[in-house]
T-cell receptor
């Protein structure tokens, strides 16, 4: 079964609005990572948040982690057309020998 | 720093043929991954190397897929014989310190099996 599951599966918003994506997981982790994938390209690392951290920022990105709820959220503020991409979370599951488990992603479309 | 290089970018083959993909990771990255990504899904790990040793190949269909990482640098992934369901993007990634550090991905090879 999926360790990391993103929701929503798809999100369409107007340019300038904020976009929030969520990731839920099932077992204890060391860290959680968020990646972006533009169409036809490889994945690009955005943020890594460790299990003892609650929030991290990087430019217009804010990631939160709630280990009690086994969930994380990625907030993109003041969205731009260039943010149109799929976003994936990856977790290292303690019960899978810390191998990275990937969700199916959230497809984000920013309308101009 | 130069990114992860993969080739070819696209490949079309008929079922039962063989195909090979090549990956050159970022210099100094000990960990190398091969992922299979089917359209609309997240990446699925096929094999993970630490230097030239295999860390995890539990999801590699070993009857048809093989991979090697000679000298702990470049890697090749081979499929022989290919099946229709192997149509996917094959992504190579590398990281400095395994799963506790960010993965750097190449742009992948899009394989179509007809």
């Amino acid at each position: 079964s999926q360790q990391g599951e993103e929701d929503p599966q798809a999100l369409s918003i107007q340019e300038g609005e904020n976009a929030t994506m969520n990731c839920s997981y099932k077992t204890s982790i060391n860290n959680l990572q968020w990646y972006r994938q533009n169409s036809g390209r490889g994945l690009v690392h955005l943020i890594l948040i460790r299990s003892n951290e609650r929030e991290k920022h990087s430019g217009r990105l804010r990631v939160t982690l709630d280990t009690s709820k086994k969930s994380s959220s990625l907030l993109i503020t003041a969205s731009r057309a260039a943010d149109t991409a799929s976003y994936f979370c990856a977790t290292d599951a303690m019960d899978s020998n810390y191998q990275l488990i990937w969700g199916a992603g959230t497809k984000l479309i920013i309308k101009p | 720093e130069a990114g992860v290089a993969q080739s070819p970018r696209y490949k079309i083959i008929e079922k039962r043929q063989s195909v090979a993909f090549w990956c050159n990771p970022i210099s100094g990255h000990a960990t190398l991954y091969w992922y299979q990504q089917i359209l609309g899904q997240g990446p699925k790990l096929l094999i993970q190397f630490q230097n030239n040793g295999v860390v995890d190949d539990s999801q590699l269909p070993k009857d048809r897929f093989s991979a090697e990482r000679l000298k702990g640098v470049d890697s090749t992934l081979k499929i022989q014989p290919a099946k229709l369901e192997d149509s996917a993007v094959y992504l190579c990634a590398s990281s400095r310190k395994g799963n506790n550090s960010p993965l750097h991905f190449g742009n992948g090879t899009r394989l179509t099996v007809t």
